[in-house]
């Protein structure tokens, strides 16, 4: 339903974009976002966009990391800039999709994480 790409090694500074486009039975997307997981640690909140555009960030990425959302696309971008080897880790994405017209509730749905590696 969720499809990553964009992850990878990259050095220090850098600035790849990842890209998660949504797929299959869907009526509308509600929020959507990005999370990350390093090892040894716990998921976390990385940036999340609302269907109307309105952004959150987690603090250590915030003024480094860029969210955006194409609806038409079913896809939720992120922009990151500025790498830090701490930035190391699987990043998923997440979307909370209602699947037909009549739906009662939002689901939330998970893409299979990409690896981004920030070597020093």
């Known amino acids: 339903q969720l499809q990553a790409s964009g992850g990878g090694l990259v050095q220090a500074g850098g600035s790849p974009r990842l890209s998660c486009a949504a797929s299959?039975?869907?009526?509308?997307?509600?929020?959507m976002g990005w999370y990350r997981q390093a090892p040894g640690k716990q998921r976390e909140l990385v940036a999340a966009?609302?269907?109307?555009?309105?952004?959150n960030y987690g603090d250590s990425v915030k003024g480094r990391f860029t969210i955006s959302r194409d609806n038409d696309k079913n896809t939720v971008y992120l922009q990151m800039n500025s790498l830090k080897p701490e930035d190391t880790g699987v990043y998923y994405c997440?979307?909370?999709?209602?699947?037909?017209?009549?739906?009662?509730?939002?689901?939330?749905?998970w893409g299979q994480g990409t690896q981004v590696t920030v070597s020093s």
């Open positions: 997440k979307a909370e999709i209602r699947l037909y017209f009549g739906d009662p509730a939002y689901r939330d749905f």
């Open positions: 299959g039975s869907i009526f509308r997307i509600n929020d």
């Open positions: 966009v609302t269907l109307g555009g309105t952004t």
